[in-house]
């Protein structure tokens, strides 16, 4: 009974099996979830269709197409007018946001004990996760193959595992409250120990802050040329629907594509622009090419044709400011990369130089990701590439970010020390509330012996004999008593500075009255305090014995 009670192999397997067996049907609760609420939004638009193409067969499937269109997966439309099928390549990226959050909370939930579940492994649980919601997409595949909006399964194989990898991954990390490490032994070293200096922490949060400063002001871009040009973006909506259902699944479908419209934006702020089809390219320089544009509100945003003006030219400030918001977080953050309080040496020019470009290379990189998120064919012909090209943003984000970025935080980092060291001459402290440099006594060349450091709450007194030093065994640090050889200057000295120590515990004695080349007998002892004078003398213990033994007889 005891080894089976100690030793339960049997019922901790099973409850770990069970625990992963209950994560995969997590993941495909969640790919139901998301396939649901985006066939409900098309039911929902076909009902308030009053000329519908087809029923609702043909409906379900492309709610499943829509569906694997928010994975990334490339769709085709095997019937056109040219004849040949067309790929639909761009993804809508707000439309991204749902499987991933699904994914994301699912595999959270499943990563933390419950009560009757013990707490699976970190890479099970991201496995459990992502085998079940990949088998409700392959059903999704195959159901979607019959529809008008079929998904190439290549594309499906390439898009579907990573995504949904990814954001299990993230909501396992989470539950295991986002470790920055140890990272895995597989890694090399070197990358590991780069990984774990502080610089490449304040890279990685510059690079978010620049990531945000692009988008942000790709945003402000459009959304000023769409007031700019609301006549044109109203009359494309009226246009394009005469029913009040089919202009408002237009408005969603806008609405989804706001943050296309934000990366293409901001690829036009620093300078490469992107491509209106093939052989069409718009930049802040000039619109060239012959653009195949498709009607639609959010590309009446569109700059006009011919080369740029001084007003296509300020959409320069993006990058700019993306660039500057780099730089100031490496600046400012150059002081807090060691930690506060604990000794950790300041960051040095090299390592703030070395954030800036680190943190534009992953401006790059994420400009570049999103660039290639961003776009896509929309057919074949002119309408075979559409939107930024990807390399091409990737390297425009990193040169704007490094040639702003590094500048800007050295400036910001010499400008705080310039204050620091204005503000630090005493014992103060400098920019930004830091403690600053304390000052060391040094000893007078002709002094005898060193005077030893005094402990940081009592000043050192003048005079301090040789066997105060707390190095010999036999200190006593709180030695009252006066001693034969110590002169009155020095015990007065050594009292006072103990009293000033004690922040106003200790007592006010007046001063000794002694004659002058007198001996002194210590400090004056208040009226009615007891003292070792008036200490009752101890007993004889030789009459106590001699109370107490017997009389002997003669």
Request: with cysteine; charged share 15%; net charge negative.
């Amino acid at each position: 009974m005891t080894e089976a009670t100690d030793h339960p192999p049997a019922l901790v397997q099973g409850g770990r099996t069970a625990a992963l067996a209950g994560a995969c049907v997590r993941g495909a609760l969640a790919a139901g979830l998301g396939l649901g609420s985006v066939t409900v939004l098309v039911m929902v638009i076909w009902i308030s269709s009053p000329y519908p193409d087809s029923g609702p067969g043909g409906a379900l499937h492309v709610a499943a197409g829509v569906w694997l269109l928010a994975h990334g997966v490339e769709l085709v439309r095997p019937a056109t007018l040219e004849g040949p099928p067309a790929p639909v390549g761009v993804v809508p990226l707000l439309l991204v946001a749902l499987p991933v959050w699904l994914v994301y909370r699912t595999a959270r939930d499943a990563a933390e004990p419950g009560e009757a579940r013990p707490k699976p492994a970190a890479s099970g649980a991201v496995g459990a996760v992502t085998v079940g919601y990949l088998l409700v997409a392959a059903g999704a595949v195959g159901y979607a193959a019959g529809g008008p909006l079929p998904a190439a399964p290549l594309g499906a194989a390439l898009h579907l595992p990573p995504l949904v990898a990814l954001a299990a991954a993230a909501g396992v990390w989470t539950a295991h409250g986002r470790p920055s490490g140890p990272l895995p032994a597989w890694v090399p070293e070197r990358i590991r120990v780069e990984l774990a200096r502080s610089r490449t922490a304040v890279a990685v949060r510059a690079a978010g802050v620049g990531l945000g400063a692009l988008a942000g002001g790709g945003a402000v871009l459009v959304a000023v040329s769409l007031v700019w040009h609301a006549g044109a973006a109203r009359e494309s909506l009226l246009g394009l629907s005469g029913v009040w259902s089919g202009r408002m699944a237009l408005l969603l479908l806008a609405l989804a594509l706001v943050p296309n419209a934000a990366v293409w934006g901001a690829a036009y702020g620093l300078g490469p622009g992107f491509l209106l089809g093939t052989g069409a390219t718009a930049t802040p320089l000039a619109v060239t090419g012959a653009a195949g544009l498709p009607p639609f509100p959010l590309l009446a945003a569109l700059p006009a044709d011919g080369r740029g003006t001084w007003v296509n030219w300020t959409a320069a400030v993006v990058p700019v400011a993306a660039g500057a918001a780099v730089g100031w977080y490496c600046g400012w953050r150059a002081r807090d990369t060691g930690v506060r309080g604990t000794g950790v040496r300041d960051t040095g020019v090299r390592d703030t130089a070395v954030a800036a470009l680190l943190a534009a290379v992953l401006v790059g990189a994420g400009a570049a990701v999103l660039a290639a998120a961003s776009g896509g064919p929309l057919g074949t012909g002119r309408l075979g590439a559409f939107g930024p090209v990807w390399w091409r943003v990737g390297g425009a984000a990193m040169a704007w970010t490094a040639g702003l970025g590094v500048p800007v935080a050295l400036a910001l980092r010499a400008w705080r020390r310039r204050g620091e060291d204005g503000a630090g001459g005493g014992a103060g402290g400098g920019a930004g509330g830091e403690p600053g440099a304390v000052p060391v006594p040094v000893p007078s060349p002709d002094a005898a012996t060193p005077a030893p450091a005094a402990p940081a709450s009592v000043a050192p007194a003048p005079g301090r004999a040789p066997e105060d030093d707390p190095g010999d065994p036999a200190f006593e640090p709180y030695d009252f008593l006066p001693a034969s050889w110590e002169e009155p200057s020095a015990r007065e000295a050594r009292w006072t500075a103990l009293k000033e120590a004690s922040g106003g515990l200790m007592a006010t004695f007046p001063p000794p009255p002694h004659a002058a080349g007198a001996p002194w007998a210590g400090p004056a002892v208040p009226e009615g305090t007891a003292t070792d004078d008036d200490a009752p003398a101890p007993p004889d213990e030789d009459a106590d014995d001699k109370g107490a033994r017997p009389p002997q007889e003669s």
